[in-house]
């Protein structure tokens, strides 16, 4: 009896400090909880209840006639049906992953549709279901919110022109690729992230061979701070009006350097040119240019008529460049908080031309039905329910229908500044853009104090 009284002394705070050890880790250090109580729990509900929970998911066949034939000789336990051949689980810091090779007569939507089942049969936050090959697919299987505090994979495959800037739900990276996805429009209020999402963006083209130029019609205010990575910059719709004549010749000269190039008869229209800069001798290629486009309905808002002609100009070189940019190495990046069609003639046009779409907490349903609504309607709610207590959470969507949420991580405008400066260097030359290029003042290096303080010599 003593013993067990000792033990219940002992023992009881103990347990008790272990499980609020282990709820603290949970709240506040989901990565941690996961690596050392989640995985091994969730492990071991997965290989014990394997059978039992896709048979009640409704994911086994009827085993084949020599199946049976064999389990009636050599036992005589029942036949039970035949579940998907499951693979090595892998863990990994933020799930598990699984592949199973589906049983003649299954579909990976069949998979799919008991996802939400799948999760709370095995205790984990999500499951997401990929297609592998034919007869193949992949559950991933993520254990806590990794929204909630997000931290970018340390290894990310990183490319010419590709640039991770945000988590998926899934826990993989989400990469702004701009030679699969050459356009992309980017929505969001203010203080949703968006600008947290360019600032990724520009920080992560900055170290690479390109021309970044700016259009920021907020007086430059968040662009600004990156001039000395950027080709040019305009900070109203005046310099607007004049810098994408610019760029329009700039990309005419790109589409005859392919023409000459590739023996098409000058008269061809550019629109008839099917190739691009990509094609051509490397010591001929002209360098990649990323036009960073703020505040885009600063661009479409007029008050008299002569700004009304200026503005149809300016939307008409916009929707020429998204037309045509692509081959000639010419990409645009559209953000706002506003986007419809009520901005004016040219909107929608522009909007179909721009094939990425990501959305943050908008203030109206109409710029997500704007951003989303023509290729995933129902991903138009999921950007609607967006709290304003999660910035940088947004909904990612593209033209092939598919949706997903994601989140950009922190990184402050210094951070995002000093990048830009280290790599100034970098910053190409267009013999195009330089009356555009923005004035970047000279720091003045203070001289360093001497270490020791010179005393004067007396006779």
Known sequence: MTDIATLLEVGGPVAALGGGGAAYARAKHPGIYWSTVGLPMSTARLLSSYGSVMEACGLTVAPSRLRVLAVKATTRREVRPVPPRRGIIRPTMTGLRLRLRLAPGQEPADVAASAERLRHA???HAVYVTTIKPGVVELRLVGFDVLRKVRMPRKVAADFLKVPVALREDATPFVRDYRTVPHGLTLGAT????????????AGLARQPVALVGIDCKRGVELAPFAPRLSALATDPDQAAELLPALIKEMEDRYDLIKVRQGIAPATPDEEVTSDIWGLPEHERPVPVVLLVDEVAELFLVATKKEEERRDEMVTQLIRLAQLGRAAGIYLEV???????ELGKGATMLRAQLTGRVCHRVNDEASAKMALGDIAPEAVSAACAIAPEQPGLAIAGDTSGGWSRIRTPYLSLADAAKTCHA???????LPALKPFRPHVPVRLVEPAAPVVKPRPVTD
């Open 122 to 124: 095995w205790g984990v």
């Open 191 to 202: 203080l949703s992230g968006k600008s947290m999402y360019l600032r990724h963006l520009v």
């Open 335 to 341: 953000c706002g908080q506003r986007f419809g069609a």
């Open 423 to 429: 790599s100034a260097h970098l910053v190409p030359d």
